[in-house]
């Protein structure tokens, strides 16, 4: 199964959107895991989204290690796709819960009450995308199936 889970090709693009995607995402998940880059940490995210947002704490908790931990296996090309689908998820929950109310656009001018959806909805094509092709080149998964 992990040989399945792992399989992959050579290829580039794969590179590029997974490293694109798992950098652009480690700070994210760094703020909520480490406090760092201006974040409040792992105690406060989890109670944040547990009594803001009425989700369970198990599943907090999962939504801070598919942002920090999986960032990182991106990066690594590290069962790519398990790592994917878990973006995918948290980018499906944050339409859900809190931006499909803010309608398409993103908030550039400041005058909604929010962000909208179409940042999530690029996650979630870049990790549909990593689903489906898995981490390509130079990826530890491309190792792994070997």
């Known amino acids: 199964m992990l040989r399945s889970l792992c399989a992959t090709d050579n290829?580039?693009?794969?590179?590029?959107?997974?490293?694109?995607?798992g950098g652009?995402?480690?700070?994210?998940g760094a703020?909520?895991?480490?406090?760092?880059?201006?974040?409040?940490?792992?105690?406060?995210?989890v109670e944040f989204l547990t009594q803001?947002?009425?989700v369970p704490a198990a599943l907090a908790y999962l939504v801070v290690a598919a942002e920090f931990l999986g960032a990182i296996a991106l990066i690594l090309g590290l069962l790519t796709r398990f790592a994917a689908f878990g973006m995918f998820a948290v980018m499906a929950g944050?339409?859900?819960?809190?931006?499909w109310q803010n309608g398409f656009f993103m908030n550039w001018a400041g005058n909604q009450a929010g962000e909208g959806i179409?940042?999530?909805l690029l996650v979630?094509?870049?990790a549909l995308a990593l689903m489906v092709r898995g981490g390509g080149r130079a990826s530890l998964d491309r190792l792994l199936s070997r």
């Open 24 to 28: 652009v995402f480690f700070p994210h």
């Open 118 to 120: 179409e940042y999530h």
């Open 52 to 54: 803001s947002f009425g």
């Open 124 to 126: 979630m094509g870049m």
């Open 31 to 45: 703020q909520k895991a480490l406090a760092w880059f201006g974040g409040y940490g792992l105690a406060p995210t």
């Open 11 to 21: 290829d580039t693009g794969s590179l590029i959107l997974r490293v694109i995607l």
């Open 94 to 99: 944050a339409i859900y819960l809190v931006h």
